[in-house]
């Protein structure tokens, strides 16, 4: 077996027998119970002694943040789910791990549940958490995994004890963020460790905890556990410390958005210090500090192939390799200028600017001052921006008052990018070459920094292009061909279903009952307005089907465990920072989401919709939807916004591709108006047709909304602009089919409704007496559109059909003679879903 650096070290000193190595398992390697036990499988092919530090399980600390979040909303009963979610998810992780006695595990989940009900329904009375009491909270993920991981270590055989962490990391507070004290961690870790690692027993750990200076447990920050290894590292002089990763290691660029981002065999711990500083989430900002003056050599390693040798980070310096190694960055940021001629003249400006923010515990993350020095620009949190410029403000008051100083901007909606390499130092041309990379995807720099060390150049640029820009730069520097290996390679499409109403439920019932079908497909995201489910690793049949359940039963999906809250604008600016495999966004809402499409268009995503709206809406959105879809290289699909799954769309298409040219399209567009008019047909009365078209499912809940022809004209309009019009809904006349009543309630008009059947009796009568039936037909030629209740001879294919059916005749200079009729099940909502899922399998599979 190859020994990594310190083990081989380990071997050579048998006087050292309690140097542990040290295993950090983050929360991706703790995903379900198989994950869990690819870790305790780790973990025993180590050399003893060890000690074992442990995150939240998947998801965990998240769900805990987002049970305080709606707690001080006053949203109890969210507050509770996500309680719910918490002991559903470790009981089912007990019940697939271990075989022997759970009781008192089981006990340990039940009664951190029932601790956690009782703080959701208190915080939601009270409306606001203290960080000690978030602390309080946030720490009751570790505290279970870690008691999880050693109890599935001790049934695997090895002697294992779980340690408080309150013990053995020491810290100055605050709550929320916690300084672990070096010299006070090192005294107490060895007091408690060191005896039981001299009689190798495995030391178990929950990460991301130490004591506050009041006794109570603080957290280091979000992704601490990296800090709790590294601290333990430090303080029992380990061999080595290994951070195993849900990925290969550390690698040129954040996978998710770099999808050709590379593997780094070997890092120096500036570059990895400087990317973690800069929001690179596979390594907290400050695990590097305990190991600063140590040998101690820190590997982050692949727990999926625990072979594999990952990362090294060390002091060595490589040489002759290329000068940018790693891109990170840092998001919601929010860039504070101060200006003024006076900066020239007034002594210090940049020590009391930074100094005054330090007081008040603001961190800044760029800083950049114009050679002029008229202006010092810096970023900051975007959620401490208001408070650093009245920092500011109050400090300079009297320069402002004084005319010296003009004053202190913000700008919000911004990110930093961080461009690291040790060997940039000394490399010139590297900063033109950032921004060549930059202006060529049209990314706009707005300031840029460039460390003294030379280490790193940050530049600040829009939010909304961040993740462009990475991709810029990282090809510009040709990262993607370093030889550490390639970290991903992806096939298929990720979809993106937005609408979780009749039809979009009918998508997620469909694709789990043919998931052959479906194998290029991922389901990464479902959303509603309240918020998305999102897997980036697809969903799922089980979770599609799960998703459909609960909006049938009139749940919003942020309701759901695992949720990410937001608006479908927050959500999909989210996800469109991802590195995607070829998105595909379907639209089953019925909102107007013309200018979201656009901008997912613009990130190059293809569009699926069963929704009209985008396509019969103001003209001027469409057509800037359609530009987008062009300058993005976007396709886009509407088969079921005209006819549901009858390919009515697919068939004009390709008459228009093929070079004929359509002289009109007539046609039965509305399944509730076929079954109310062939029933007319038939000798029913109005009213009760009315009734068992409602009945029978075929109406919009209020069936005025198919009666009134506002549907059947928006399909008219799309067609019309498939062959070339630009005309709006508002420009046809439309003959509504409600005579009287639309204004009065559902019920009002629906007992009404009887009153309307002599007229209409005597309507298709006088139509019968001609030997011709009533249809309501929408009518397009180039030039022309019209939606009419129309008496057809019965001898025109429009006569002959029956029921919900829907139909359109294609006149064209190749159809002339005998038009191109095309017939077929026209209503519904998986008809429709039908339609969607052509149209997403011709995208996917082109
Ligand atoms: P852990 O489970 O150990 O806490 P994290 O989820 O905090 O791990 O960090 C791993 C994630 O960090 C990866 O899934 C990856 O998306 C992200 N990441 C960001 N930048 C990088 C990078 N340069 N190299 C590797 N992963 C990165
Ligand atoms: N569970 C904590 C978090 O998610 C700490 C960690 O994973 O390192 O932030
Ligand atoms: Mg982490």
Redesign the pocket.
Known sequence: MDFQHGEWYRARMPHAPSRPGIHKF????LADADAIRGAVAIIRSRPSPRVVVV?ALAGITDLLVDLVTRAVAGDADGALQAVSAYRRVHHAAVDALLGGSTDELRAAIDSASSELEALARSLAVLREASPRVRDHIGARGERLSARLLAAALSESGDKVMLVEPAEIIITDGPYGGASPDLAATRTAARRVLLPLLRKHITVVVPGFLGRAPDGGTATLGR?G??LTATLLGRALDATSVT?W???PG???????VVPD?RLLPHVHVREAAE?AYYG???LHPRALLPLADRKIPLFLRPFATPDAPGTEISTRRDVGRSPVR?L?AVRDQALVTVSGSGILGVPGMAARTFGALQAEGISVSLIAQASSEYTIDFTVPADTAKHAVAVLRHAFRTEIAQGELDGVEVRGRIAVIAIVGLGMAGHPGIAARVFDALADGGVNVVAIAQGSGEQNISVAVDAAQVSEGLRRIHSAFQLGKLGGGQSHRRTGCDVILLGAGTVGRAVLRLIPRRPERFTAVRMVAVVDRSGAMIDGAGMTTRTLKAIAAAKEAGEAIATLSGATPGTPADILAQLSQRALVRPIVIDCTADDTAGLLTMVADAGWDVVLANKKPLAGPWPRTARLREALTRGGGRLRHEATVGAGTPIILAVEQLIATGDRIRSLEGSLSGTLGVVLSGLDAGEPFSEVVYRALREGYTEPDPRDDLGGIDVARKAIILARMLGQTLEVGDITIDSLVRRGARATREAWLADLPRDDGWWRARADAARAKNHSLRYVARVTPRSVSVQLREMPRSHPLSQLHGSANQLVISSDRYHESPLVITGHGAGPEGTATGVLADLLTLASA
């Open positions: 983050g929360g991706a390697s995150s992704g556990s990296d951070l990763k849900d990925v550390l690698l040129t660029a954040d996978p998710r981002a990317l690179a989430k596979v790693s990170s």
